[in-house]
T-cell receptor, first 110, second 113 residues
Framework: GQQLNQSPQSMFIQEGEDVSMNCTSS?????WLWYKQEPGEGPVLLIA?????ELTSNGRLTAQFGITRKDSFLNISASIPSDVGIYFC??????????FGTGTSLTVIP | DGGITQSPKYLFRKEGQNVTLSCEQN?????MYWYRQDPGQGLRLIYY???????QKGDIAEGYSVSREKKESFPLTVTSAQKNPTAFYLC????????????FGPGTRLTVT
């Protein structure tokens, strides 16, 4: 199976700072998703992207579908302590399974 | 409340024993999935089922088995043939196969010693 590479692997930031993370693949995808997972829980869908270049927001979160279709980016503005968790990207070719990234662990220091 | 339940939350087994992880959904979803999560790795697909009485192998099916006799239930058996069974197992469901809206259960952490 394919593996998507996320960077950075982990981030330690001060409350109020903005956060940027990205996800890259050697394959082209038609759909990109971003999930958040809190310790001991299942991932929760944050944002879904369907078109190259698309920029979508969900509150303080903004995600972009890369133009090459091989990458995606997630930004979190004005981070707060409850943003703590692991953020996963996932890519899909229409009608096929999703492939998940390696995750970015976010720690927010109050 | 609609959702996915997995039980138990933590499971401990001795090497050589088979163990079955439970997954139940009341979302009336046709498709269900099992993923394995290891530290520093993304979720990897073990098995999926597009509809009741049907299931297919995912990327890492060796050492695992499933059944889908009821729409709401998709149990996963980790057999003694699975070389590295200790992991966090996640069950998910979606309205239809490969829908982007997959809903995940809370997971079961299996430890085999």
């Amino acid at each position: 199976g394919q593996q998507l590479n996320q960077s950075p692997q982990s981030m330690f930031i001060q409350e109020g700072e903005d956060v940027s993370m990205n996800c890259t693949s050697s394959s082209i995808f038609n759909t990109w998703l971003w999930y958040k997972q809190e310790p001991g829980e299942g991932p929760v869908l944050l944002i879904a992207l369907y078109k190259a270049g698309e920029l979508t927001s969900n509150g303080r979160l903004t995600a972009q579908f890369g133009i090459t279709r091989k990458d995606s980016f997630l930004n979190i503005s004005a981070s707060i302590p409850s943003d703590v968790g692991i953020y996963f990207c996932a890519g899909q070719l229409t009608g096929n399974q999703f492939y998940f990234g390696t995750g970015t662990s976010l720690t927010v220091i109050p | 409340d609609g959702g996915i339940t997995q039980s138990p939350k933590y499971l401990f087994r001795k090497e050589g024993q088979n163990v079955t992880l439970s997954c139940e959904q009341n979302l009336n979803h046709d498709a269900m999935y099992w993923y394995r999560q290891d530290p520093g790795q993304g979720l990897r697909l073990i098995y999926y089922s597009q509809i009741v009485n049907d299931f297919q192998k995912g990327d890492i099916a060796e050492g695992y088995s499933v059944s889908r006799e009821k729409k709401e239930s998709f149990p996963l058996t980790v057999t003694s043939a699975q070389k590295n069974p200790t992991a966090f197992y996640l069950c998910a469901s979606s309205d239809y196969w490969a829908s982007y809206e997959q809903y995940f259960g809370p997971g079961t952490r299996l430890t085999v010693t």
